[in-house]
């Protein structure tokens, strides 16, 4: 019974995204900055992204058996973006653990990708930061931050990555940074303003990745402006690095803090529109 | 019109459809279609084998007896089918054989007298009688007014809802009087305006009553749909209640007025990849659709010209309506303006996968077997909702068929077409109209 | 229901934490040794069977409009002679369960209790009942305990199982079943585990997602 479905010559017809598509899209985003990695880190780093795939694979296929519905391959950009970020000299089973853990409660047990509101990778790689003593993340170098601006502009121009969200937390990290050291300090630091900037675009693969995910941050358009200073907000402050660059742990914690209040913003964003809408009609 | 960069709205591959008028293929049948008046259960005035004449009425509606419903066709009623809880499924009419065949074209009827329609109630009563009421659609809730509803306000459609639709400019040239005509009357069922919603250029009412007000919206499924125009200049809830009509109609009313006879013909735009001419054609509504396309199809051939939009597939769907919010039908429905002809979704080619491979890689019968898929919040949601409001809040109500939630976003100014583009860009596959549609059955049962 | 249903219900077909969800902040918070959830568990259970009894011997007695107030008097009395056992002859533990013991007063399981049964039922059931929940309650504790203890520092009651990587051996002890959220995590799978082993438990949503032709529900 198709129930709810379009029927089948508009839904053949039509040209959409598809779910497939969008995680497609994504997995050829991630593909620069999995490349510079893997060349970067060398064969550890390998082994913990077939890892990572495994698990994610693995439990793909149990949900799919256990709640007989259709085994997608979603699981492959979480695999990815944990990969891009893991430290290479992270134990493999730990790898397997914490993907095991985000890949199951940050997206399979809502029902797949798109059911919940969090994003799998977050969650995967907080495992591993909050688990096992001494897990880092690797720090992100030149390389990975240009690697990522291609896909990001894909990303902005399919919109499946809020534009909105990404400014916004840009805008924020740089205006604290500012704050942060003054004027004075961030002329200092060179010609350029280093300083200003720089953090930023330090923790960009995150930011694109993470925060700004469109399936993670908030659906309504005001709502994403507040999800995107929230993020750079809980950045700021979760950033235990000393010096003006960030820590990539932070982006981590803010992505998966600032989605779990992805809901609550966009209720009250709806809000706003609803009584502006009131207001203007009187 | 859809995004540029990679899937968004179907970029078109069929060619637009010249906007000249032809003469249509005279159809050998027509029919009054149960899905164009859901719930509504007909007290019929006529029995299959009957003769009837153009304009005669067929039958009425049960719960208001004075809205008729006439015949689109001179002929014979062919078959009467009734549907669930007895209402109507559909009542063909075959056309005379050897009647004359310009009956089913627009024919100017002999010089009658003009219908005296100095007062709201006579021009009901003679809207009714003659099966024009039918016309009018109600907001919220998308249905046909009762007879002696008062409206805030009436919205005339002179928009069209998709690129390929005809130009309402030039359907309306050959019309002349009758569509200032028709607007002016329509000031007598309403104590509010009268907003004549038209696309850009010189005012198509121009001078007219002062209660007239002409609007002007781009035509194209997200601004050219009448339920934009009411979301922007007279947005309804639950107490208040407006029209909508669109502009074949009301010219048509102009018509009956001036001359006293209804004219049932009505133009279509046809169009679609495998259709040899796209162009407009005058028809019936209810029109038997194979009849209409028959000779219009191309061939389908191995190779074409380079550029030529080719079809994909042999086979052909022949929609009712737009490609976005028609529907599968053989027959022309009462309120679309286009008859599409896409390609037909291919049947199962292959036999069900068995076994592990079936359950790694579902084909087409499992995935519809699971029902819409995950809503993936892109871009194109918002702009493709023609109601300004944050899309995607609205959509998830409606997948879980919350009404009270719905209702609060806005739902009951929408009907089904509203939500045909948001539709065929959702990652979900899912018909939010048919969703639309339950939710605002439980909000008018509770009201 | 016989006595016997008073004391085997609660343990897993009614069990106040899997199914009532009651008692959880206890449930987090004690959890990260067995020792301290074995002996919250006694202290709890020895609680709603004295409270369950008590309160049911005067619930005749009891004028309705104050009898929120009187039964946190009955059962505060019971905790606080508990605490000052504790004190006397478990002074470690003591300070390990610090204020937990005497939170047990705020327990909505122990006031659940004694207001949806303890108030209209004699006196033996109130006291089964009060047993049998404190029961359920502490098969829970002790598993979440477990798991937590041993996958936390690869010890069971203070005693080393496993040598971990810092002694030399290959245990690599996860931080995260230390913190308090592990403990949500493992409630949640218990929770999950029960309702797909005991369908009956499970609790629809007001609207869903549906996949039939009229397939809401």
């Known amino acids: 019974m198709s129930g709810w479905l379009l029927d089948p010559h508009r839904l053949h017809w039509r040209r959409a995204w598809s779910p497939g598509g969008v995680t497609l899209a994504q997995a050829i985003a991630l593909a620069p900055p999995v490349a510079v990695t893997l060349f970067e880190r060398g064969p550890g780093q390998l082994m913990i992204l077939i890892a990572a795939l495994l698990a994610s694979l693995v439990w793909e296929l149990a949900f799919a058996s256990l709640r007989r519905r259709a085994a997608s391959w979603h699981g492959v950009t979480t695999a990815l973006i944990f990969a891009v970020m893991a430290s290479p000299d992270t134990a493999l089973w730990q790898v397997m653990l914490a993907m095991s853990f985000g890949v199951v409660f940050g997206e399979l047990v809502f029902g797949g990708r798109g059911y919940g509101f969090l994003p799998a990778a977050a969650a995967a790689l907080g495992f591993l930061l909050f688990s096992f003593t001494g897990a880092g993340l690797a720090p992100a170098g030149t390389g990975l931050v240009i690697a990522t601006l291609p896909g990001a502009l894909l990303l902005l121009a399919t919109g499946l990555v809020s534009w909105r969200a990404l400014s916004m937390a840009a805008v924020v990290i740089i205006l604290t940074g500012v704050a942060g050291q003054g004027l004075d300090g961030i002329w200092s630091s060179g010609v350029w303003m280093r300083d200003a900037w720089a953090p930023a675009l330090g923790i960009s693969f995150g930011l694109v990745f993470l925060v700004s995910d469109s399936l993670s941050t908030a659906s309504t358009n005001p709502g994403r402006y507040v999800h995107g200073a929230l993020a750079g907000l809980l950045i700021v402050l979760f950033d235990a690095v000393a010096g003006p660059d960030i820590g990539q742990a932070a982006v981590v914690f803010a992505a998966l803090l600032a989605s779990v209040f992805a809901p609550i913003i966009d209720y009250f964003a709806v809000a706003l529109v609803l009584r502006r809408r009131r207001a203007g009609h009187g | ?447 | ?217």
Not at chain 2, 52 to 68: E, K, S
Not at chain 3, 48 to 59: A, E
Not at chain 3, 142 to 157: D, P
């Open chain 3, 1 to 217: 229901m016989s006595l016997r249903q008073h004391m085997i219900s609660p343990l897993i077909g009614n069990n106040p934490i899997t199914l009532q969800i009651l008692g959880i902040c206890s449930a987090l918070a004690v959890t990260t040794t067995l020792s301290t959830a074995l002996t919250m568990s006694v202290a709890l259970t020895v609680v709603l069977v004295l409270s369950g009894g008590v309160i049911s011997l005067l619930r005749h007695h009891i004028p309705p409009s104050i009898r929120l107030i009187i039964q946190i008097t009955i059962v505060a009395s019971i905790v606080i002679v508990i605490d000052q056992l504790l004190q006397a002859f478990m002074f470690d533990m003591s300070k390990r369960l610090s204020i937990f013991v005497g939170l047990i007063v705020t327990n909505c399981l122990v006031l659940g209790r004694a207001e949806a049964f303890a108030m209209r039922n004699p006196v033996a059931p109130s006291v089964l009942d009060g047993l049998g929940n404190g029961l359920g309650y502490s098969l829970i504790l002790i598993g979440v305990g477990t798991v937590r203890e041993f996958f936390g520092t690869g010890a069971l009651m203070g005693v080393q199982l496993v040598t971990t990587v810092a002694d030399g051996g290959w245990f690599q002890p996860l931080g995260l079943m230390q913190l308090a959220p592990s403990a949500f995590f493992i409630l949640g799978l218990v929770v999950w585990l029960v309702r797909v082993w005991r369908p009956e438990q499970r609790e629809y949503p007001e609207f869903r997602l549906g996949s039939g032709e009229d397939g809401r529900r």
């Open chain 2, 1 to 447: 019109m859809g995004s540029s960069v990679f899937p968004g709205l179907q970029r078109d591959r069929a060619v637009a459809p010249a906007q000249s008028i032809d003469a249509g293929r005279p159809v050998k049948r027509a029919a009054l279609l149960g899905v164009d008046m859901p719930g509504l259960r007909p007290r019929l005035l006529c029995a299959q084998g009957d003769r009837v004449a153009q304009g005669q009425p067929l039958f009425y509606d049960r719960a208001h007896p004075v809205i008729n419903f006439t015949s689109p066709l001179s002929g014979v009623v062919q078959s009467i089918t009734l549907g669930p809880r007895r209402t109507l499924s559909a009542l063909v009419i075959s056309a005379q054989t050897d009647a004359d065949v310009s009956d089913s074209q627009s024919v100017m009827a002999p010089e009658t007298d003009p219908v005296d329609a100095s007062s709201a109630e006579k021009l009901r009563a003679a809207l009714q009688a003659k099966g024009l009421w039918p016309g009018f659609l109600t907001r919220p809730f998308g249905r046909i007014p009762a007879p002696d509803a008062q409206p805030d306000a009436i919205f005339v459609t002179a928009t069209a809802d998709h690129s390929h639709a005809p130009d309402p400019r030039i359907v309306l040239k050959a019309c002349g009087q009758a569509f200032s005509h028709g607007v002016e009357a329509l000031t007598l069922l309403t104590e509010g305006l009268v907003h004549v919603c038209q696309t850009p250029g010189p005012d198509l009412v121009e001078g007219s009553h002062e209660r007239v007000r002409s609007q002007v919206f781009e035509s194209g499924p997200a601004t050219g749909l009448a339920g934009h125009h009411i979301h922007l200049l007279h947005p309804v809830d639950r107490q208040g209640q407006v029209w909508t009509i669109g502009y074949q109609d009301v010219a048509a009313i102009g018509q009956f007025l001036t001359t006293g006879s209804v004219d049932p013909a009505r133009v279509i735009a046809l169009t679609g990849s495998h259709v040899r001419r796209p162009r407009l054609l005058r028809t019936v509504a209810g029109a038997y659709l194979p009849d209409l396309i028959e000779g219009e199809t191309r061939p389908f051939a191995k190779s074409f010209a380079p550029g030529d939009p080719k079809p994909k597939s042999a086979s052909a769907a022949v929609l009712s309506g737009s490609p976005f919010s028609g529907r599968a039908a053989a027959w022309l429905g009462r309120y679309h303006q286009q008859v599409t002809l896409i390609d037909s979704a291919p049947e199962r080619r292959s036999p069900a996968r068995q076994g592990l491979l079936n359950w790694l890689w579902p084909g087409q019968a499992a995935r519809e077997r699971a029902g819409p898929g995950p809503l993936v919040p892109i871009a194109d949601l918002d702009r493709e909702l023609g109601f300004g409001g944050p899309a995607v809040p609205l959509l998830r109500a409606l997948s879980v068929g919350d009404a009270e939630a719905a209702q609060r976003l806005g739902c009951l100014g929408m009907v089904e077409d509203d939500l045909a583009a948001v539709s065929m860009i959702c990652t979900s596959g899912a018909d939010y109209g048919r969703m639309l549609r339950h939710v605002l059955d439980e909000l008018a049962a509770d009201a």
